[in-house]
């Protein structure tokens, strides 16, 4: 299959070479920041020249009422490259995996929307939009946020949960709706670790812990470290990690009677999971803790955990951390080491973002800044991996994925300006209306 094989670098991304667009300029504009990978850090957010591109051409209509788009000559010599480039874009490429098959490469990553206000973890009609306007808008695949295993896995109070079978309606609704518009719908399932019980927009306590009795609870992590001004975790006992890890399982099968397809697992950004890979957040001195199988153990046991309870058909992804940018921290050998133990235990995709285990790092923010490390991981592990963060341009994310750098891309936070962002990147790469992942109630108002 194309998606598991590394791709030839001399074929279709160097016929595009020759293209110089407006992505360049932002491609090369690079910040130091502390970043929070979780966090809607505004410093992280760019300028998308695509954006303005679009607004110009939406100023007329062609005789059948369709906008016309760019004026007359610009369209015949964007219509003359495309007829030399002639194949569909990688990018809307379907991929299979295991029993699942996603339309396109162009994935929706989860993204934490603290909304189950008052909710116990369910989710509301907030969740449904949100979630079906993006499957509608022609995302491959779906990832709703991170929803907890247990209630003090939440990061915040209002997040998602499948602690109970009580909440599996309130999921399933979304998920048939994610469905029905033709993408495929995953669930992270987290456990936030010392990273839990924060504040948020919707409970208040912003930037701090939530406390106990105002609806925060007591954190728990490998270590009694506290992260930044976090309230301090206490540490958990071997008892305690084989209960998350069955609570993990548990959550797995609720998420699977609720109708997700893929089931991922969050071990990245500092959440419980990863860290126990952390040296620099694991100090335990048992099982658990010290060396690198030892820092995986926990991880592992999740995926045997998941792998296990949900059928072969359903694949399971890992999202990971490939680096903590700290020195003697975790870093992208272990983080490959990981990834080819993981592939052993039956994970289908490593979902590689980095970060957000230690405050106050520089991360060399810009455009593709993690996508060598989803290269790394997917031609030295030989697994399926995804590219993540400020992918925001349709030739940058088909570049990406033609490259052989990452089976799919996920866009974030430029999906949440844009839910239709499939719709206008398969435009900008050529497809015709047909070929795109429209709705048919939308065929008409194609670009
Ligand atoms: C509002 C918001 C919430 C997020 N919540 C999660 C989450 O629940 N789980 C997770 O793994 N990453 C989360 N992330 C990180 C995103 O999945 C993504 O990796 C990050 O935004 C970088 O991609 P982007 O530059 O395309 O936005 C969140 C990001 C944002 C902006």
Redesign the pocket.
């Known amino acids: 299959m194309r998606g598991f094989t590394v791709a030839d670098k001399t074929s279709a991304y160097d016929r595009e070479d020759d293209e110089v667009d407006d992505e360049t300029a932002v491609e090369n504009e690079a910040a130091e920041v502390a970043a929070d990978?979780?966090?809607?850090d505004s410093a992280?957010d760019d300028v998308d020249a695509d954006d303005a591109d679009d607004a110009d051409d939406a100023d007329d209509a062609d005789s059948a009422g369709r906008p016309a788009g760019k004026p007359k000559s610009k369209r015949l010599f964007k219509s003359a490259k495309k007829a030399v480039k002639a194949e569909s874009p990688a990018l809307f490429s379907p991929i299979s995996l295991r029993g699942v098959t996603a339309r396109n490469r162009v994935w929706l990553?989860?993204?934490?929307?603290y909304s189950a206000v008052a909710r116990a973890g369910k989710p509301t009609p907030f969740h449904y939009q949100h979630y079906v306007s993006r499957a509608m808008g022609g995302f491959g695949l779906v990832c709703f946020?991170?929803t907890a295993v247990a209630p003090e896995g939440r990061i915040s109070p209002c997040d998602l949960g499948l602690w109970d079978d009580d909440q599996i309606a309130a999921f399933q609704w979304i998920v048939d709706g994610v469905k029905e518009a033709g993408a495929v719908a995953a669930i992270?399932l987290?456990h936030a670790g010392r990273k839990g019980s924060t504040g948020c927009f919707s409970a208040g306590y912003e930037g701090g812990s939530v406390p106990q009795d105002d609806g925060g609870w007591q954190t728990v992590a490998p270590s009694p470290i506290a992260f930044d001004n976090l309230a301090a975790p206490r540490e958990l006992t071997v008892d305690e990690i084989h209960g998350i890890v069955d609570a993990f399982r548990a959550a797995a099968v609720r998420a699977v009677n609720a109708g997700f397809d893929v089931i991922e697992i969050?071990a990245?950004?500092g959440y419980l999971l990863s860290e126990f890979l952390d040296p620099l957040t694991n100090v335990r001195t048992d099982e658990y803790g010290g060396s690198l199988e030892n820092r995986m153990r926990m991880l592992v046991e999740v995926v045997d955990a998941v792998r296990g309870a949900v059928a072969p058909a359903v694949p399971v992804f890992v999202?990971i951390s490939a680096t903590d940018w700290a020195a003697g921290g975790w870093d992208l050998n272990q983080t490959i080491a990981t990834a080819r133990v993981l592939k052993e235990h039956g994970v289908d995709l490593v979902d590689v973002?980095t970060g957000g285990i230690l405050p106050g790092v520089a991360i060399p923010v810009k455009p593709n800044y993690q996508v060598p490390f989803s290269e790394q991981v997917r031609v030295k592990a030989l697994v399926p991996t995804t590219a993540?963060?400020?992918?925001?341009k349709p030739k940058q994310a088909d570049r990406i994925v033609r490259r052989g750098e990452a089976d799919a891309v996920?866009?974030?936070?430029?999906a949440?300006r844009d839910p239709y962002w499939p719709l206008r990147a398969a435009d900008k790469l050529g497809l015709k209306p047909s070929e795109a992942p429209y709705q048919p109630q939308y065929i008409r108002g194609a670009y």
Do not use: K, Y
């Not at 990978?37 to 809607?40: D, I």
């Not at 990553?109 to 929307?113: L, N, S, V």
């Open positions: 990978p979780e966090a809607a992280l990553p989860p993204m934490d929307t946020e991170a992270q987290n969050h990245a950004h999202r973002s993540v963060g400020l992918i925001t996920q866009i974030g936070r430029a949440l």
